[in-house]
């Protein structure tokens, strides 16, 4: 099993103060901003070299970024790594004893297909598998 870095993504509490820092200072630019309703989350996708920085904003006090705003704060939330065939890729973990937050996966932004892993499998790190279309890559 091969796995590429997809993106980070980082909670965000004030999308302007963190634009201010990732676009106007570091001259990063907003590529695509998407809702993923199911998820309560508003996605903004932002071009970093061969991958991207995804900032996370809640939509409704129900999202799940809501959450994890009031409880840690601002600040990095996931990294995502890229695999060929998320199917195959969770089929494995499953028999290495990983323990799976998603046992199937799901749609996520960009058309992709995502699934999270439990930090208490992967060194205390929430991880997204994701199975991105080429067109964005
Ligand atoms: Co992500």
Partial sequence: MKATLDHV????RNLDEALGFFRETLGLELETSEDVAS???RVHFMRAGSGWLELLEPIGSSSPIAA???KRGPGMHH???RVEDI???LAELRTRGVRLIDEEPRRGARGALIAF???SSTAGVLVELTETPRSML
Avoid: K, Q, W
Wanted: net charge neutral; hydrophobic share 60%.
């Fill in 87 to 89: 199917r195959a890729t």
């Fill in 68 to 70: 994890f705003l009031e």
């Fill in 79 to 81: 990294l995502a790594l």
């Fill in 39 to 41: 998820h309560g989350v």
């Fill in 9 to 12: 993504g980082i909670a965000v």
């Fill in 117 to 119: 892993l439990h930090p």
